[in-house]
């Protein structure tokens, strides 16, 4: 059986911090079954950009 798996990095612009910095989120995504979590990570609003060019694409795994 194979499974798709998706993941996805973003800056969650609504919960910045005292210095105006943005945490990283993670979206992991494995046949539809969706989850979030916090990388506790941060990154300046002018590194935004960086985050939104680096989605990976879908992929097929097989089980292990």
Not at 16 to 43: C, H
Request: net charge positive.
């Amino acid at each position: 059986m194979k499974a798709k798996v998706s993941l996805h990095f973003y800056a969650k612009s609504t919960k910045a911090n005292t210095k105006g910095q943005f945490p990283i989120y993670v979206r992991l995504t494995v046949d539809g079954n969706r989850t979030e979590f916090s990388t506790k990570k941060f990154i300046e609003p002018s590194r935004d950009g960086h985050l939104k060019h680096r989605k990976r694409k879908a992929r097929q795994r097989k089980p292990v």
